[in-house]
């Protein structure tokens, strides 16, 4: 085949087949042999626009934290156990009535006067005991007056709940008092208290009973000999309120005369209250009255005796918190 006609044949066929692989928009383009024209670049499809961002949401206040203890949350601990008790030290004036077969007598005074007393908390079973501690001297129309008594009970108690529980205690107690119209004195030991008490932290209110022999002990009222009370046996109720505002205490106690000792029995009612305003000084009224026979005119210890008792005092004081 000539040259020419060989050269004109690969151009046709070559043409055929850019013409049968050509796209519908370049049929002119590729059947006329021309070079293509270079695509355009693909361009990136369009990113969608973020969505507006939403207001941020005011931060909520947090609650105070709640700590436990009283002195803030800096350091913060477990609260103290607190026991109730008071404590009173001050000036008392103090007067005594005498009603006895002797003849009727009285007499005014002044003193130094410290009371003190402290119960067990709420926590634990072996948390029920008692200490007190009385203590006065000063003088007036009945002469040198005194009083120093005391008390320490140890015991138990039984828990209902948290604050509720009976108790039981064992321990002693003593006292003596007295100026030149009266003598009060004993001594009890064991001292057995029951009861029931409600105590919540630096407040107690407690209800029970008490029995003890008197290892020893005198009753005098006026100028007749004195009642021996030595180997008696006693029993009584009391009653105990306190918080860090006041306190209240009453006690009843009954003195059986031994078989062998004449006279009828000690009835013997005490009674304390306190006020402690600002909790830092203290107003308290205290009375006592004694009420039994002593030896009359008739040689027998059949006449009535009756002693009474009251005091003022004004001082410093108030609740035992810890």
Do not use: W
């Amino acid at each position: 085949m000539p040259h020419p006609v060989r050269t004109a044949v690969v151009l046709a066929l070559s043409s055929l087949a850019r013409v049968a692989s050509a796209t519908p928009d370049e049929p002119a383009l590729r059947s006329s042999g021309a070079p293509l024209p270079p695509l355009p670049p693909a361009s990136a499809p369009p990113q969608a626009e973020p969505p507006p961002s939403l207001p941020r949401a005011a931060p909520t206040a947090q609650p105070p934290r709640q700590c436990p203890c009283e002195r803030g949350c800096d350091k913060c601990e477990e609260p103290k156990v607190k026991t109730p008790g008071s404590g009173v030290v001050g000036v008392r004036g103090q007067g005594t009535q005498i009603a006895a077969p002797s003849g009727d007598s009285g007499s005014f005074g002044a003193s130094f006067s410290l009371r003190a007393e402290g119960h067990d908390g709420e926590e634990g079973v072996f948390r029920a005991g008692r200490v007190a501690f009385d203590l006065g001297l000063g003088g007036g129309t009945g002469d040198v007056e005194g009083l120093i008594g005391g008390a320490l009970l140890l015991g138990i108690r039984l828990p209902l709940t948290r604050n509720h529980a009976p108790f039981l205690r064992l321990g002693f107690s003593g006292e003596y008092q007295g100026n030149s119209r009266y003598l009060y004195s004993r001594f009890d030991l064991p001292l057995g208290e029951i009861g029931y008490q409600f105590v919540d932290r630096g407040s107690l209110f407690e209800v029970g009973g008490r029995v003890s022999p008197v290892l020893t002990g005198r009753l005098r009222g006026g100028l007749g000999p004195s009642r021996v009370l030595s180997s008696s046996f006693s029993a009584g109720a009391f009653l105990t309120a306190r918080n860090s505002a006041g306190r209240l205490d009453l006690l009843y106690t009954r003195i059986q005369a031994a078989a062998d000792a004449p006279g009828r029995p000690v009835d013997t009612l005490q009674g304390l209250a306190c006020f402690f305003p600002g909790r830092i000084f203290a107003l308290c009224v205290d009375a006592q009255l004694f009420t039994t026979t002593a030896f009359g005119r008739g040689g027998t210890f059949t006449d009535d005796l009756r002693a009474f008792t009251v005091g003022f005092t004004v001082g410093f004081g108030g609740g035992v918190a810890e």
